[in-house]
């Protein structure tokens, strides 16, 4: 997963492989029939039908998820079931008891034929609920736009979780579908109806394979072996699936060129949801990952090049999710538990060693220049000391959903990416530039797998033993311990310095540091001391504690201020621009054009009279 830091950065997973253990819960072990009725929506619900097959026991349990693969935070899909009831073979309801928010108790389940219940999407209350889960792995009920995110609407009986699952889905005919979940038939019921039929081989591809059913915008192409699918839902229209295709292809292709002999996927799904920006639309920007596609949403109203760079950044992360934690992952994630999660230590691996591969690549493969690159990573430094710098990481990972360590989880993005960075270092260090981490993730991919995991205790020492001593010491003080990393020395290693310089910077910021603030008592945003330092702000006289009443004719609120913000970060030079400030009671009217905006900041650069070692060991790392 990869999710959004903050308003003013769009810069900014776990696979379970269920057991194969013999069920003998059922009679007539058959495949648990179950299907989502996506033409009969009331009130903005889908009516869900389960079918189990006769049972041999007294009780069941039926669960949705409490968490899902890849999010790290509770998501409770029970509840947004309501209506739950179950019935018998004569079509008379039984007893359903509800024993949590995602469980339910069936006592009579000889008797039971059918559960039937309605679920409500999430995206229409993300702006007015605190709990709800981020919005790439949620659900969406539109007229014309269904996000399918199968945990959200299909559950699981406890001990069935290895059994098959048939899937029926009823929609409109006029709509479009895209899935990667293998489709057994396509049947017409009637002039506006058609029933879609897949199937599973267990409960683990009902949550690995989302869908996307609407007025979509679908772009099939190759990149090498791999067939990418790339659907679109851009409410009004202001992209396409083909404007986006080029980008994507490039990237993909790129990311082939730099990942080499490991192993990938025939075909790689990609979901974009562009949200609108409306009161009912989704604002959790960013993707998570499944085996074989990602579903993403990103802001409709960015521009073409905004969104191109943030396709890049997001989609890019997940793909190499292929590498880890797809293919090397612990038996935390391999026996996933839906309803009571365990988990790994190795957070700083599978995403942020993931989140290094995706910064990384851009410049080994010529996407960006170095120097974006180096500006990439400092920003990671900068944001990564906004955390608990002496937070042991294996530590935080394995208490991940708990106080304080959920606090720090958007770290395993900044810092974790460090880690890998300094891992690469070192062993292009310690191997003459002949090995890096994309070399040791390989060999841990061989040596495990997909169906193999490794033991989450023991994953220190198998990579000490796999590479260098160097390499064990810096995980055991800095992964496993608690001893802030100096990056200044891992910089010297390849004749880099961290130094201090005008840098560009945007409207809202100054190298990362917000210079605005809200008032809550007086319910708006004003700029606080920083502005001074942003030279577009102060050359046009703009002061501490100055309120913007509006900002090109949009009155800004403190409930309007992430949509109005983030647009600014779209704001380019030579643009006209309207600004009414209160000063104290009066009225002050900014009319300008737009400049670039500078700020005194760090920057990476390249030291003076760097010698032959330095500059060798520099292009292995960046270009390998």
Known sequence: MKKTLATASLA?????????????????????????DLVDIQEDKAPVQINPGRFTQDTV??????????????SDFGSFVENFKAFDYAGKEITAVKVDTNSWQIPNARQLDVIRYEVNDTYDIEQTSKKTPFSPSGTNIEPD?????????????????????????????????????????SITKDDATV?????????????DNPMMYGMLDVEEFEVGDIKIVLSVYSPNKTHTAKGIKETVFKMMKAQKAYMGAINSTPRYDI?????????????????????????VVLPEQMPEDALASAMIDVVSHEFFHIVTPLSVHSEDVHYFDYNAPTFSKHLWMYEGVTEYFATLFQA????????????????????????????????????????????????????????????????????????????????LSNKYGKEKPFKDDNLIAEITKMTYPSIGKFLKNHVEGTTPIDYEDFFNKVGLKITSSKVETNYIQNAGAL???????????????????????????????????????????????????RGSLQWKEGDPLKVVLDRAGEEVILETTLKKSYTQGKTILPVENATEKQLALRKAWVKG
């Not at 253990?21 to 299907?35: C, E, H, M, V, W």
């Not at 029933?195 to 949550?207: C, G, L, P, Q, S």
């Not at 009912?280 to 993707?287: L, Q």
């Not at 001074?532 to 501490?544: E, H, I, K, Q, T």
């Open 364 to 443: 080994n493969q010529g996407l960006v220049e170095e120097n974006k690159f180096y500006d990439k990573i400092l920003d990671k430094i900068v944001a990564s000391k906004g955390f608990d710098d002496e937070m042991s990481f294996t530590v935080m990972s394995e208490n991940i959903l708990d106080a304080p360590y959920a606090a720090n989880y958007i770290n395993v993005y900044q810092k974790g990416a460090l880690i890998g960075m300094c891992i690469d270092i070192l062993m292009r260090e310690e191997s003459n530039g002949e090995r890096g981490i994309l070399s040791l993730m390989k060999e």
């Open 195 to 207: 029933v879609d039929n897949y199937m599973a081989t267990r409960y683990f591809e009902i949550t």
């Open 515 to 565: 210079i605005v603030a809200g008032d809550k008592d007086k319910g708006g945003i004003y700029f606080n001391e920083l502005v001074l330092d942003n030279s577009f702000w102060a050359d046009n006289g703009v002061l501490p504690n100055d309120f913007i009443v509006s900002v090109n004719g949009e009155a800004l609120t403190l409930q309007n201020a992430n949509t109005v913000l």
């Open 61 to 74: 349990m039926y669960r949705l998820p409490k968490v899902v693969q890849g999010t790290y935070a509770v």
């Open 271 to 295: 979901y974009l949801y562009l949200s609108p920006g409306t009161e009912t639309a989704p604002t959790g920007f960013g993707a998570l990952e499944h085996h074989t596609s990602t579903v």
């Open 145 to 185: 736009n269904y996000v399918l995110n199968l945990h959200g609407f299909i559950g699981y009986f406890d001990n069935l979780k290895s059994n098959q699952y048939a899937l029926s889905v009823h929609t409109p005919s006029n709509m479009k579908r895209t899935s990667a979940l293998s489709l057994v038939s």
């Open 12 to 36: 900014i997973l776990l696979f379970g492989c269920g057991t194969t253990k013999q069920n003998n819960d059922l009679a007539i072990n058959t495949p648990i029939q179950t299907s989502i």
